[in-house]
Nanobody, 117 residues
């Protein structure tokens, strides 16, 4: 089993920035998608940003232009969040899906991001 470990969350004021990181416990092969989700209290977990094999990216309308998903050669995944707003407050989860003999779908434990003045 692979663990995804998130870091970089915290409490910031509106307009500030954060960078979330997601590190897999071992190297993953044939990653089909790297994803960031978030879940606010009382709401469903929603896809925020996605990077597909080949490098194409997708963003939720609410974060497009403010958030950027990226990764490095060691499959560490990042989410750069600029101009944060109170409505960005949520628990953020990283997710990696792919195929390595069988389909895999790994999730991080979640990390709190709070935007408040």
């Amino acid at each position: 089993q692979v663990q995804l470990v998130e870091s970089g969350g915290g409490l910031v004021q509106p307009g500030e920035s954060l960078r979330l990181s997601c590190v897999p416990s071992r190297s993953l092969l044939n990653i089909a998608s790297m994803n960031w989700y978030r879940q606010a209290p009382g709401k469903e977990r929603d896809l925020v940003a996605q990077m597909l094999r080949g490098g194409s990216t997708n963003y939720a309308d609410s974060v497009r232009g403010r958030f950027t998903i990226s990764n490095n050669a060691q499959n560490t995944m990042y989410l750069r969040m600029n101009n944060l707003k109170p409505e960005d407050t949520a628990v953020y989860y990283c997710n990696m899906r792919g195929y390595n003999g069988r389909v895999y779908d790994y999730w991080g434990q979640g990390i709190q991001v709070t935007v408040s003045s």
